[in-house]
T-cell receptor, first 114, second 113 residues
């Protein structure tokens, strides 16, 4: 396994469902991120975890709940979502304090809320 | 508020020509600027970064310039190929605390054979 892996790649859920997105990074990085990507909009930062501590929460509704049990894993728990939450959810990791600050993205989880 | 603009939603060019993509920003002083490539249904992939004290950076057929006075970065692909067709995103990066990234909406490039 290499890079950043996201599962599932596609998810369809009703507004009353509870589901989770999973992200795993095999790069030894110390920061992980959740981004939301909607059509014709820039990537929106949702959450940042650095050394397993949440350091940023970008005014995200409480129906999205992140969890970072260790430096390699990141979850996004979803509950009572709205149709406008349908989007591509991207996980990324980086090594903070490395010169490039390059973000390594997963392939994304395409979420459709009915 | 901080704002990034990338030129035109889509850019079509003929194979072999140079593609030039623009990234303009306001109300921000980034430590550096990054460019990513994103293919449909895939996550973005890092291409290049340029620091605030650098004017130009090259990598193979790619060239990036950064003008902090104009608050603009230009991204060039020389001798473009159909395989270069993708969406290109610019991101401003500040390094205060955990890195903070602000992305543009991206420019969709199509290289015609």
């Amino acid at each position: 396994e290499t890079g950043v892996t996201q599962t599932p790649r596609h998810l369809v859920m009703g507004m009353t469902n509870k589901k989770s997105l999973k992200c795993e990074q095999h790069l030894g990085h110390n920061a992980m991120y959740w981004y939301k990507q909607s059509a014709k909009k820039p990537l929106e930062l949702m959450f940042v975890y650095s050394l397993e501590e949440r350091v940023e929460n970008n005014s995200v509704p409480s129906r999205f709940s992140p969890e970072c049990p260790n430096s390699s894993h990141l979850f996004l728990h979803l509950h009572t979502l709205q149709p406008e939450d349908s989007a591509l959810y991207l996980c990324a990791s980086s090594q903070v304090n490395l010169n490039t600050g390059e973000l390594f993205f997963g392939e994304g989880s395409r979420l459709t809320v009915l | 508020s901080q704002k990034i603009e990338q030129n035109s939603e889509a850019l079509n060019i003929q194979e072999g020509k140079t593609a030039t993509l623009t990234c303009n920003y306001t109300n921000y002083s980034p430590a550096y600027l990054q460019w990513y490539r994103q293919d449909p249904g895939r996550g973005p992939v890092f291409l290049l970064l340029i620091r605030e004290n650098e004017k130009e950076k090259r990598k193979e057929r790619l060239k990036v310039t950064f003008d902090t006075t104009l608050k603009q970065s230009l991204f060039h692909i020389t001798a473009s190929q159909p395989a270069d067709s993708a969406t290109y995103l610019c991101a401003l990066v500040s390094t205060s605390g955990t890195y903070k990234y602000i992305f543009g909406t991206g420019t969709r490039l199509k290289v015609l054979a």
